[in-house]
């Protein structure tokens, strides 16, 4: 989405460069931009709430699309503002908002896809965790050797799978 946001508010600049006028932004494209900022920054504070309640990163990486929503609003709503208050010359300001837009949209997506990203493939979880797992198993002393270790993150839960050594004359 931030590419071709870029994209076209790069091709409308080209435009301008050329000697193109572009056509004027209307009121209400500025009076939704205004009503968006603010119904996607209250979204974005209940859903990161929630996210967090729920320690689902899913759940907060979607809270920040609403919050980059909210941003690529105000980009919006300066270059429509601009363009509306200052006269057809300044039309230009809307792509160049769009471009600023689609650094902020392009600059929170790929801070989000990583934590994503190893949810869903069900990476291990980070080895400061996983040395506590080690912990709490190597207290028993009937435990002689902890192997093959494998963790992850389900949703808000863990998966933890070991296989441990025991005494072999001792009853399970």
């Known amino acids: 989405m931030g590419a071709g ?50 320690q689902s990163t899913a759940l907060v990486a979607n809270a920040w699309h609403h919050r980059s929503d909210g941003l690529s609003s105000i980009g919006v709503a300066i270059g429509i503002g601009g363009a509306i208050l200052l006269g057809e010359k300044w039309t230009v300001l809307d792509p160049i908002a769009a471009l600023v837009v689609s650094y ?3 600059w929170v997506a790929l801070r989000l896809i990583k934590p994503s990203m190893d949810e869903l493939m069900e990476r ?25 270790l494998r963790t992850r993150k389900i949703g808000n839960s863990y998966a933890i799978e070991f296989h441990i050594r025991m005494d072999g004359a001792i009853p399970l």
């Not at 006028?21 to 931009?33: K, N, Q, R, T, W």
């Not at 291990?124 to 093959?148: A, C, G, T, Y």
């Open 104 to 106: 902020f949209i392009i």
């Open 124 to 148: 291990s979880l980070p080895e400061k965790i996983e040395r506590e797992i080690e912990n709490m198993v190597n207290e028993f002393e009937q435990v002689s050797d902890l192997h093959n």
């Open 5 to 54: 946001i870029a994209w076209n508010g790069a091709s409308d600049i080209i435009r301008v460069i050329k000697g193109e006028i572009l056509p004027s932004p209307g009121m209400l494209a500025l009076v939704a931009a205004l009503v968006s900022i603010v119904l996607k920054e209250a979204l974005y504070w209940y859903t990161v709430i929630e996210g967090k309640k729920l």
